[in-house]
């Protein structure tokens, strides 16, 4: 007999459907319940590609005896934190306030009016490893409640004061000036493990924004010392086990310091994120690792993270038929038999395959030593070996693929589909690739289609024909993001349009005036204990750091300088959080440095379709350029009166042409490629 959360779409959810736990989804009937019956709220947050979550989901959760215990004595809730990182955010600050750490699954103990007053992690189902066993766990819990009232109303009180006081970053500090940055450098570097690339020991995050921060120290400061602390890192990277070896994409972290072990979810924003950051390494160095690492990317997401309507889906799992990476590892016997004796021996010295393994008897595939070592070994040619080498990734790809594979999360989110907007319409630009442009488009329309309701407001996620849930303040300044990358790689005006509307939403609905800052619910969201403001950008950039980053782009766009105004306020806002941790405040970085520079604004009049048009186009996306705005107006289009760097730019000579402003002063307009080099670079 299926529980209430048979009605739901979150794959996460529907995982846990056929427990014995009366679940119910985050909502007014459980809270209502919980408050009709005097039962406190046991709230169970996770994800669908969470480990974790789903060894506690098999010892605890499917334990008939054990959900008897949290039927009897809690409305139970189940939350998909990717659908609502509002209740992963409130409750997950709780938690870190209560125990000093955090993760998922997060499970936390609230009265029925929603304010927690205990809460933890995993909680195994009998005593192990200094954790309570879970089923004492719920009766000490439960007889707290009902005993000890008062206390337990009390300290919940005391946390959600502190909880509401977190939410604010701060007095601004001091003035917005370089000097942030060249201390925030200074910190990064401390930090920075020159072995083997990243920040700490282990487990490494790939850490993509604070990569992209140091990339615009680069570039400011010309110190070769950054170029090699981004280089090392991201070289490490596709050499080792958190890269997919055979067919692409990243997984979401590495529990060694070496990159080698990963946990082997593979997260939709992480490759959104780690795609675009190689490629503006690409740009910077012009090394063709760092395109391939890109296109390879993108190609598994185009294959296997992409729905038919144009959406990208969330992740895929860590677990395939309940064990851990089992998808991902190899024995040198298996290799041996598809790629024949001789050229299974060049190959599992290659990938590291050997008979103990480095993963629970099995090996995870990575890279050893350069393919130029491995050629001079074997007495191959450079060339011989890249085509062995080629040849034997498709094959062992193909075997791989007739596995089973680890758990789809095929829910749509907004903000994430955002990031991967931005990543295929930027490297589309780059590279000069229709196909990507193409996927971008098709994404763009199917957000604008599904996730905008009637009444324009955007929604969160998206699946099985279904929209839902109002949008977060993260999803706005994704997408729009995405959207004013999809222009440049366009020149279509719809997308600019779209972007700027949004842009307007985004303020009215997240702004706090007032209070001097962005909330991560709009303003006609549910009511909650707290209204949530995560400013940290860590897996992905913050809501806010997003928002920030977009309006000092919109304000050039469209000229509006109440965007640059409502940005410095929420820049200096920040600058005591980013002076403590600049690790968490990489996206922040980089809108500072955007705020502190005098943007590159770039204008190309001319059909798409043209050779010179897309010469042009091609010269500015060959420079790393970071901070710029490029608007595109076709030679057929009517005046653009809104978008003060498109209005009176004629073409020159009836040639597609080029126009490099600063501050709306401009240089000669340009008709060859090789003239906007000499501007651009100057």
């Given at each position: ?149 008062d206390e337990i109303q009390q300290s919940t009180d005391q946390l959600v004061q502190h909880i509401q006081h977190l939410g604010k970053s701060g007095e601004p500090t001091g003035r917005l000036t370089e000097s942030i940055g060249l201390e925030a450098y200074q910190t ?36 070769p010392t950054t170029l090699e602390m981004v280089e090392l890192t991201l070289t490490k990277m596709p050499t080792g086990g958190i890269y997919d070896q055979l067919g692409g994409g990243f997984h979401r972290y590495s529990t060694d310091s070496y990159w080698q072990v ?304 409502i940005a410095e306020i929420s820049l200096n806002s920040m600058l005591a959080f980013i002076s403590r941790s600049p690790v968490g405040t990489g996206n922040w970085l980089c809108a500072l440095d955007f705020y502190l520079s005098s943007p590159r604004e770039i204008a ?79």
């Amino acid at each position: 007999m299926p529980n209430r959360l048979i009605n739901e779409t979150s794959p996460y959810l529907l995982q846990h459907a056929h427990n014995p736990v009366d679940w119910y989804p985050w909502g007014p009937a459980a809270l209502k319940l919980a408050q009709e019956v005097d039962k406190p709220i046991l709230l169970s947050v996770g994800y669908s590609a969470c480990h974790w979550c789903h060894v506690m989901e098999r010892e605890s959760f499917e334990n008939e005896e054990i959900a008897s215990i949290m039927n009897d004595n809690f409305v139970s809730i189940k939350v998909d934190r990717e659908e609502r990182p509002d209740i992963d955010s409130i409750y997950m600050t709780a938690v870190q306030t209560m125990t000093g750490q955090g993760g998922w699954p997060m499970t936390v103990f609230l009265t029925p009016t929603g304010s927690p007053f205990y809460g933890g992690t995993y909680f195994p189902p009998d005593d192990r490893g200094g954790l309570p066993a879970f089923p004492k766990l719920l009766v000490a819990l439960a007889e707290a409640y009902n005993e000890k009232r008062d206390e337990i109303q009390q300290s919940t009180d005391q946390l959600v004061q502190h909880i509401q006081h977190l939410g604010k970053s701060g007095e601004p500090t001091g003035r917005l000036t370089e000097s942030i940055g060249l201390e925030a450098y200074q910190t990064l570097a401390k930090q920075f493990d020159n072995a083997e690339g990243g920040f700490g020991l282990q487990p490494k995050f790939p850490q993509p924004m604070v990569y992209e921060f140091l990339l615009r120290h680069y570039l400011n400061t010309q110190d070769p010392t950054t170029l090699e602390m981004v280089e090392l890192t991201l070289t490490k990277m596709p050499t080792g086990g958190i890269y997919d070896q055979l067919g692409g994409g990243f997984h979401r972290y590495s529990t060694d310091s070496y990159w080698q072990v990963p946990h082997f979810e593979k997260m939709l924003y992480d490759n959104a994120l780690l795609a675009r950051l190689y490629l503006h390494v690409y740009q910077v160095t012009d090394k063709s690792i760092y395109r391939s690492v890109v296109e390879q990317t993108l190609e598994y997401v185009a294959r296997e993270m992409m729905s038919p309507e144009g959406g990208f889906y969330s992740a895929q799992d860590a677990d395939s038929e309940g064990e851990e990476g089992k998808f991902f590892v190899w024995r040198p016997e298996e290799i041996n038999h598809i790629l024949g004796k001789e050229d299974g021996r060049i190959i599992t010295q290659y990938y590291g395959v050997s008979i103990h393994g480095n993963f629970e008897g099995r090996s995870i595939l990575h890279v050893t030593d350069s393919q130029a070592t491995f050629s001079k070994r074997f007495g191959l040619s450079v060339d011989t070996f890249n085509a062995l080498l080629e040849s034997s990734k498709e094959r062992l790809f193909k075997v791989r693929d007739k596995r089973v594979h680890p758990g789809l999360d095929d829910k749509i989110l907004c903000s994430w589909n955002g990031l991967m907007l931005a990543s295929f319409a930027e490297a589309a630009s780059v590279f000069g690739r229709d196909d990507f442009r193409q996927i971008a488009e098709d994404n763009a329309k199917f957000i604008i289609n599904n996730l905008i309701s009637d009444t324009g407001r955007l929604l969160r996620t998206y699946k099985d024909g279904q929209a839902k849930l109002n949008a977060y303040l993260e999803d706005y300044g994704a997408l729009i993001d995405g959207l004013l990358l999809l222009h440049e790689a366009t020149s279509d005006r719809y997308w600019i349009d779209v972007a700027t509307d949004l842009g307007t939403a985004m303020v009215d609905l997240f702004w706090d005036e007032n209070e001097e800052l962005f909330y991560d619910t709009g303003h006609d969201h549910e009511k909650l204990v707290v209204r949530p403001r995560d400013y940290s950008d860590n897996a992905m950039p913050c809501g806010s750091s997003m928002a920030t980053s977009v309006l000092l782009r919109l304000a050039i766009v469209t000229g509006n300088q109440e965007y640059e105004r409502i940005a410095e306020i929420s820049l200096n806002s920040m600058l005591a959080f980013i002076s403590r941790s600049p690790v968490g405040t990489g996206n922040w970085l980089c809108a500072l440095d955007f705020y502190l520079s005098s943007p590159r604004e770039i204008a190309i009049i001319g059909e798409r379709s043209e050779e010179s048009t897309k010469a042009l186009a091609a010269e500015v996306y060959r420079h790393f350029l970071p901070n710029r705005v490029v608007l595109g107006k076709r030679s057929s289009d009517a005046e653009h009166e809104n978008f003060p760097l498109l209005t009176n730019r004629p073409m020159l000579n009836n040639q597609p042409t080029a126009y490099v402003c600063e501050k709306y002063l401009c240089l000669s307009p340009v008709t060859i490629a090789k003239d906007l080099a000499m501007q651009l670079t100057r």
